[in-house]
């Protein structure tokens, strides 16, 4: 739907901070709006933010998005928005105490190609080549690996149409999208491919229908008699265990400049790239890094316009630190990840490393490596936990609707915006 030239399509997205306050900036005055035309897809013309790849990279938060919307508008003006930002902050929390999930998404992602019949592979290639013949369903496909984004409906339609009409499996759809969308990440997407499969809520699926399609694509498309309508949700045999979050000291912590670990050094995680205006940003660092993990972009083979976003979003945050903190940073490229930070951490003879941990996902599954690496040369690994995390996270563990109930008092007692009548 959304067919734009190559190089247009690269400067939209260009993967840069500066670029993603200059978007919010224009979106503003559209948020009141945002309730009532959201679910329209209408290709570039469509009323959201297309915010989500800066989001999802943390060149900007989600508490900087609510707090300027909040800033403009009374709450009731922008709820809806600001409870679909929180969408995120819900996905990421329940995560983190559902880790499992991430597990069985890494290992279907590999099993289930190899194990599929004759058929469904064919299937599925036709689903990764847009050559399905449901018109509405190979223009999306292809609107994602062109532009490297899809609005939320078509998302929607997207992956129940690859569950339920194609049936094919909900793993190899989310890890399709994880390699091509720009926002690709491990908690939104794999739930919400769950949540269509009807595995989060469970007995509750998403059915797309020809008539949603039709009106919310303004006539776009209409694939009458393509879809199966009456499917039931998936079940599974996993077991999905809660776990409780772990401690994490809060990144803004006023105890966290005091605390002597020092010579200390800072490194850049590609899930947050704005330490600057973290907690952090108080600390005296001696030696700053990011290093680029090919073993990740290997292991989930990423798309080239993903892997260009990544990097330049990382040299983006680098700058940024740079000019912040007033010292070079390192920022290669590397293949074995745990070995070059260590060289690094020994070679500028720190004591401590400081992380915001990452949220579960690739960067996750590293800590604990790192964590023993770094400590065989008695060096810590100190994570911190951005203070929106800690605040939402404890009460992502059910279902959205007990989550959202208590946003508003969330955000008045954190005082990101004065209680309003
Ligand atoms: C199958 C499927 C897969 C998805 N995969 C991802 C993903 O990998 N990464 C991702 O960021 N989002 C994902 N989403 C959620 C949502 O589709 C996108 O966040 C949204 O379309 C991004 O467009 P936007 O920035 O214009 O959103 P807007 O409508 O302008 O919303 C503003 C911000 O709120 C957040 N947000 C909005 N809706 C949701 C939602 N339903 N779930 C989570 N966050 C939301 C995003 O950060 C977004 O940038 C997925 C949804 C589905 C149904």
């Known amino acids: 739907m959304n067919q734009q030239p190559l190089d247009s399509v690269q400067e939209f997205w260009s993967p840069a901070r500066s670029t993603a306050l200059h978007r919010l900036d224009q979106f503003l005055n559209a948020v009141p709006e945002y309730a009532k035309l959201r679910n329209y897809d209408m290709g570039s013309d469509s009323a959201v933010s297309r915010l989500s790849p800066w989001i999802r990279h943390r060149l900007i938060t989600e508490k900087e998005v609510v707090a300027a919307v909040c800033a403009k508008f009374s709450y009731n003006e922008v709820e809806k928005f600001i409870e679909e930002v929180c969408w995120r902050t819900y996905w990421k929390g329940w995560l983190e105490q559902h880790p499992a999930v991430w597990s069985v998404f890494k290992r279907q992602r590999l099993t289930q190609r190899p194990e599929m019949s004759a058929e469904a592979y064919s299937i599925y290639r036709s689903a990764i080549e847009g050559r399905t013949g449901i018109d509405a369903f190979d223009a999306w496909n292809a609107e994602l690996v062109q532009t490297g984004y899809l609005h939320n409906h078509a998302r929607m339609w997207y992956a129940s149409i690859w569950i339920f009409t194609l049936k094919l499996p909900w793993a190899l759809g989310a890890d399709w999208f994880h390699v091509n ?210 605040l939402h996270w404890p009460y992502a563990n059910k279902g959205f609707y007990s989550f959202k109930r208590g946003l508003r008092d969330r955000f008045t007692s954190a005082g990101i915006f004065a209680a309003q009548a």
């Open 181 to 390: 969308l720009l926002d690709g990440d491990p908690a939104s997407n794999t739930l919400s491919w769950r949540w269509v499969a009807g595995l989060h809520t469970q007995g509750k699926h998403y059915l797309a229908r020809a008539d949603n399609i039709e009106k919310y694509s303004r006539g776009m498309f209409n694939p009458v008699g393509q879809l199966n309508e009456e499917a039931c949700p998936l079940t599974e045999q996993e077991s999905i265990p809660t776990l409780a979050l772990r401690h994490c000291e809060d990144d803004d912590s006023a105890r966290l400049p005091s605390l002597s670990c020092s010579p200390a050094g800072l490194l850049i995680l590609e899930d947050d790239l704005s330490l600057e205006l973290s907690g952090l940003a108080e600390v005296p660092f001696n030696a700053i890094a990011c290093f680029q993990c090919r073993e990740i972009h290997r292991e989930y083979r990423f798309s080239d316009a993903v892997l260009a976003f990544k990097e330049g979003a990382v040299r983006d945050a680098a700058r940024r630190a740079s000019a912040h903190w007033n010292l070079a940073v390192h920022n290669e490229s590397v293949d074995n990840w745990v070995a070059a930070v260590c060289r690094w951490a020994v070679r500028e003879h720190l004591k401590a490393v400081r992380i915001i941990r990452p949220s579960v996902g690739p960067w996750r599954d590293r800590m604990p490596a790192l964590k023993s690496a770094l400590g065989r040369h008695g060096i810590l690994l100190l994570e911190h936990r951005r203070s929106w995390d800690s």
